[in-house]
């Protein structure tokens, strides 16, 4: 039986919160706009045409709302590169033993395709990963499930085979719509997952196998 993991990206495998908030930041003071770490926080790994249709209200110009998300883009990629990233505790570890057990591994992420493509050579961690699934491959973002269907599809694995690794309740629930199961990894809020620890370190050594067997 051929399994997978599929990887979210922001928060799960890497601490970006900080890089993130400051490029909102950036880019938003440009347009005159600002929001609170409150708002930002309850928007984190949401699509940024969601995010903004939010922040700036149902009436914004398509174009506006391109050109916000562009240059905080921008501005995330030249933090990360400017100042490196860091995988989080247990998240390197996990990737290597699930790849030498014979797991296929994706990144399934709400992030655009560059970003994620930077954050991956930032964190070292490229080689892992047999496929990449970013924003630009899905018309709906989390909690619909298309962004693991999609991950599931180009590693060609049953979505029944497949478990989603997140740090979002609407990650988890995007899981539970695709049929798939779930370890949810956070600090900050409790995730209604299969498994659910504070740190991907905290993740039984029979977790994922288990799981499968289920």
């Not at 938003?28 to 770490?37: A, H, K, N, P, Y």
């Not at 174009?63 to 240059?71: G, P, Q, S, V």
């Amino acid at each position: 039986m051929t399994r997978a993991v599929l990887w979210d990206l922001d928060g799960t495998l890497v601490d970006s919160e900080e890089f993130h908030w400051q490029s909102w930041q950036h880019a938003l003071e440009q347009d005159g706009v600002r929001v609170t770490r409150g708002q930002f926080k309850a928007t984190f790994g949401q699509r940024n045409d969601r995010i903004l249709r939010g922040w700036l209200g149902a009436e914004s110009s398509d174009e506006r709302i391109t050109r916000i998300a562009d240059a905080k883009e921008a501005e995330y990629r030249r933090l990360a590169e400017v100042h490196g990233l860091t995988p989080l505790p247990g998240a390197a570890a996990w990737l290597v033993r699930l790849q030498e057990d014979g797991w296929k591994q994706a990144i399934a992420s709400s992030a655009p395709r560059q970003n994620v493509e930077v954050m991956l050579r930032a964190l070292h961690l490229e080689r892992y990963f047999n496929a990449i699934v970013a924003s630009e491959d899905v018309t709906r973002g989390k909690p619909d499930p298309q962004v693991f269907l999609a991950a599931a599809g180009r590693l060609s694995v049953l979505p029944a085979h497949c478990i989603v690794v997140e740090d979002a309740a609407a990650g988890i629930e995007g899981a539970r719509r695709a049929g798939m199961r779930s370890i949810g990894v956070s600090t900050t809020i409790t995730l209604d997952a299969d498994v659910f620890v504070r740190s991907l370190e905290d993740v039984p050594d029979d977790a994922f196998d288990r799981l499968i067997e289920r």
